[in-house]
């Protein structure tokens, strides 16, 4: 069946923003190992830091650029911030292409 044989529904402009944006975000190996650690379960800030040996401001950079694509989230324990991956989606791309790079 070819492009014509279906009904061809193109894409608007926010959702190829959208898609071009999460693929930015896993296009950087930093917000990846962010990303699969917070797939594993939730984290602080400093735990990530000491896990992924990096900077908390580089920590804290990746992750508001996370949040704001909506593919983490935030919940506030007294003065520490956890954060979890918020977006399902998102993570099984991620760890297809993790199985795809090792050839699982």
Avoid at 59 to 88: A, C, E, M, P
């Amino acid at each position: 069946m070819t492009v014509d044989d279906k009904k061809h529904i193109d894409l608007d402009e926010e959702t190829l923003f959208t898609v071009s944006q999460i693929f930015k975000a896993l296009s950087d190996p930093t917000r990846i190992r962010i990303l699969h650690l917070l797939s594993q379960g939730e984290c602080s800030v400093t735990h990530i830091s000491e896990h992924l040996d990096l900077l908390q401001s580089t920590v804290s950079h990746q992750l508001r650029f996370l949040k704001n694509l909506r593919l983490v989230k935030s919940r506030r324990n007294g003065k520490t911030i956890y954060y979890s991956s918020d977006d399902d989606h998102v993570i099984n791309i991620l760890q297809q292409t993790i199985n795809h790079a090792r050839h699982e």
